[in-house]
Each structure stands twice: as structure tokens, then as C-alpha cells.
């Protein structure tokens, strides 16, 4: 996934530099630079997605392109896509750099955080199986996060998690512990309450908390 985003950070630009060495100058309706209106409404509608996807949808960069892209009375639309280009720029350049990755990061941290939170109130509560439920569902879908960084097919966690220690994410020990984990929330979901104790809920929420705080060291 990571390489496929790489090269479509690449394809963009290059198609940005046909576009502008296309580019023609005229004196009507507006003295200046224009290029074909068609080739540069393909081209954003690309970039646009290629920006959700890598930056989000609520990303500054989606959000200052979209602005760019408006039309003003003032510029031709060969002004309008400079700006636009400007942003394409600043996004690879930041997803090249891993500042994209490690904002996301950050922000998927702070979510599993109170996700975790909430495990453990519901434990402190005396509901441990939905403790157990809930951790585990954070350990899944970190897992998932996991495979997407690391370009690896999203499956059923036992699969996911076979195919994150084969490819050196984490190590073997960090395999047997999620597959114990895993064990103890299929046994919360399945009523399988005698398999597993307040005590190794407890447990479970810390280790998922710690396997999931080392994304992001």
C-alpha cells in the first residue's frame, strides 16, 4: 500500500509536469498563462483522492486544496492549478517524510487509549467479559492498522497476526502473547466466562495497551 501511494505521489506530479508544459499564453478573457480546463479538472479529481486516502478526509491538506480549486476573477487557470501543485508538493513531501504516518499515528493512539479506558471502567464495574470484548476489539483493529502500514492483507486476527510476525513487525513472543489474548476475548464473546479470570482481563488491557504504544516509538 505504502509503494502504491509513493507512485501515485510520483504519477501526479509528472502528469502536473505535462500540464504546465503545456501550458499557452493568452490575452482574452484575462491577460495570462492557461492550460486545457479538461486536463486539469482529470487531474484534481485524482489528486483529491489520493490526498483522502493518504491525508484523510479532514486533513489540512484536503482541506487547502479544495480551497485552492476555487475559481477567482483574479487568476487564470493556469494560477489556480500553481496553487494546487503547491499543495500536491507539500503532501509528498510530508508523506515522504513520515510526518503523514506518524500524525495518524498519534491520532489512532488517542483513540485506542479511550477505547482501553472504557475496558477498564467496564472491568472496574464488574463487567469483565464486556472487558474483555472491548480490549479485544482494540487489538484487533490495531492489528489491521498494522497490516495496512506494513502493505499486508487484512484477514481474521489469527491470520493477520501470523503474517505480522512473519514479516518481522513485532516477534515471536509478541505472536504468542496476541494469541493468547485472542483466546481470552473469544472466550468473553462466546460465554466461555470459566476460561479466563478478572485478574487476566486486567492483564489483557495493560498487554494491549503496551503492544499498541510500540507503533508509535
Keep these: 500500500m505504502a509503494e502504491n501511494f509513493k507512485r501515485r505521489f510520483q504519477e501526479l506530479c509528472q502528469?502536473?509536469?505535462a500540464i504546465e508544459a503545456s501550458k499557452r499564453f493568452e490575452r482574452q478573457p484575462l491577460e495570462g498563462h492557461f492550460i486545457d480546463q479538461n486536463q486539469l479538472?482529470?487531474?484534481s479529481v485524482k489528486v483529491r483522492h489520493l490526498l483522502s486516502a493518504v491525508c484523510g478526509p479532514e486533513s489540512v491538506h484536503l482541506k487547502q486544496f479544495v480551497a485552492c480549486e476555487k475559481t477567482s476573477m483574479y487568476l487564470t487557470n493556469h494560477g489556480i492549478f500553481l496553487k494546487l501543485r503547491a499543495v500536491l508538493d507539500a503532501a509528498k513531501e510530508d508523506y515522504e517524510g513520515g510526518y503523514l504516518?506518524?500524525?495518524k499515528l498519534l491520532v489512532q493512539a488517542e483513540v485506542f487509549d479511550s477505547e482501553l479506558e472504557q475496558a477498564s471502567e467496564l472491568l472496574s464495574s464488574g463487567y469483565v467479559p464486556a472487558a474483555a470484548v472491548t480490549a479485544g476489539v482494540v487489538l484487533e483493529a490495531g492489528l489491521r492498522e498494522m497490516c495496512v502500514d506494513n502493505a499486508l492483507p487484512i484477514g481474521k486476527l489469527d491470520k493477520m497476526n501470523a503474517d505480522l510476525a512473519k514479516a518481522?513487525?513485532?516477534?515471536k513472543l509478541v505472536q504468542k502473547q496476541i494469541t493468547a489474548l485472542a483466546d481470552i476475548r473469544n472466550s468473553a464473546a462466546h460465554g466461555h466466562y470459566d476460561r479466563f479470570?478478572?485478574?487476566?482481563?486486567?492483564n489483557m488491557i495493560?498487554?494491549?495497551q503496551r503492544i499498541l504504544a510500540n507503533r508509535t516509538t
Design 206 to 208: 495493560k498487554e494491549v
Design 197 to 202: 479470570s478478572e485478574t487476566d482481563v486486567a
Design 101 to 103: 504516518n506518524s500524525l
Design 15 to 17: 502528469q502536473a509536469d
Design 41 to 43: 479538472i482529470n487531474w
Design 168 to 171: 518481522d513487525v513485532y516477534n
